[in-house]
């Protein structure tokens, strides 16, 4: 991959790992509220919590994800899947930047943790 194709991609994934960043910022000041006296109320809060939990999980992943694509540039073994080293399509990049699999050994993961998990 080009230098300038590099850049691109490292631009993207700075700019998308601040996203995610200020994105859990402004959801935690809404996780710190109190519960309401009324219990349908309570319950709708909980649920609320607990699903704002998850999506921050799921967003700290991703800031990980980022950051090892980040580190994979600085390598230079950015665009090259870490399971069979080929080459991972560009357009493939362009959707998930931070992506570590080819399309092959993406499908072969999911399979096994389909079928394991």
Partial sequence: MENKELEKFKKKLL???EELKKFIESNEDYSQ????????DQAT????KMTGFAVSSN??????????????????????????NKDIPLKRLQVLP????C???????????RNYG
Wanted: aromatic share 8%; proline share 0%; with cysteine.
């Fill in 103 to 113: 399309v092959e050994c993406q499908k072969e993961i999911e399979d096994t943790n």
């Fill in 33 to 40: 509220t109190d519960y309401s006296t009324d219990e349908l």
């Fill in 98 to 101: 931070f992506t570590k699999y």
């Fill in 59 to 84: 967003i700290h992943h991703n800031i990980t994800e980022v950051e090892e694509a980040l580190v994979r540039i600085e390598n230079n073994t950015y665009g090259k899947c870490v399971n069979c």
């Fill in 45 to 48: 809060e909980l649920i609320e």
């Fill in 15 to 17: 700019k998308l790992k």
